[in-house]
C-alpha cells in the first residue's frame, strides 16, 4: 500500500489550499500513479512554525509501478506545477506531498540512495501527526505502520494531541 500525505496553507498557481489539494488529488490520478483512495480534507492547526495560516490536509491511497525514488520525484514535479518552493522547514506552502508508506518498505536516513533527494521509510513523524493518522484510520483502516505494527487508530489513542498540528475542522470535498 503507497500513502500519501497533502497539505496546503498558501494560494498559489493552483488556487487556495483547499483548491491546491483538490487539484493535488486529480494529479496523483494521472499516469503513471492511479489514486485508489482519498480521505476527506480536514483543516489542521500549523505543525512547527505556529504563526502561520492553518494547513487543509488530506491522505491518499495510490498505486504506481515506479519505485520510490521514482515517486518522490513525480511528486515534486507536481508541488512544482503547483508552485512549491522549498524555503524553510515547516513554513508556508503551496502544496506538501509526503510519501508516508511505500509498501511497507523501511529505508534509513543515510543509506545510498543514488540521487540527491533523501527518502525516509515509512515517514519518521508518522506517529506524532494527528492530522496524517485520523486520514489513514479513514482510507486504510487496516493498515500496519512497517516497523512498529500499529494501526493508525493504535497510534492515536497513543498520541498527545496538545503537541500542535491537530484536526480543527472536516473539510469538504
Given at each position: ?8 496553507n ?13 487539484r ?118 487496516r ?25 480543527i ?5
Open positions: 500500500m503507497i500513502l500519501i500525505g497533502l497539505g496546503s498558501m494560494t498559489g498557481p493552483w488556487g487556495k489550499p483547499r483548491d491546491c489539494v483538490g493535488a488529488l486529480a494529479a496523483l490520478d494521472e499516469k503513471p500513479l492511479k489514486l485508489s483512495a482519498a480521505s476527506a480534507l480536514i483543516e489542521t492547526a500549523p505543525f512547527g512554525r505556529q504563526d502561520q495560516p492553518s494547513y487543509i490536509n488530506a491522505v491518499a491511497r495510490i498505486e504506481t509501478r515506479l519505485r520510490a525514488l521514482e515517486l518522490l520525484q513525480a511528486l515534486r514535479v507536481i508541488e512544482r506545477s503547483a508552485g512549491r518552493e522549498r524555503r524553510e522547514r515547516w513554513g508556508e506552502r503551496t502544496l506538501d506531498l509526503d510519501i508516508l508508506d511505500y509498501n511497507g518498505v523501511v529505508l534509513e536516513a543515510g543509506v545510498e540512495q543514488s540521487t540527491d533527494a533523501e527518502l525516509v521509510l515509512p515517514h519518521p513523524a508518522i506517529a506524532e501527526r494527528e492530522f496524517v493518522l485520523v486520514p489513514i484510520a479513514e482510507i486504510a483502516p493498515w500496519k505502520h512497517p516497523v512498529t505494527g500499529l494501526t493508525a487508530r493504535a497510534m492515536l489513542a497513543a498520541l498527545d494531541t496538545n503537541q500542535g498540528g491537530h484536526v475542522g472536516g473539510g469538504r470535498s
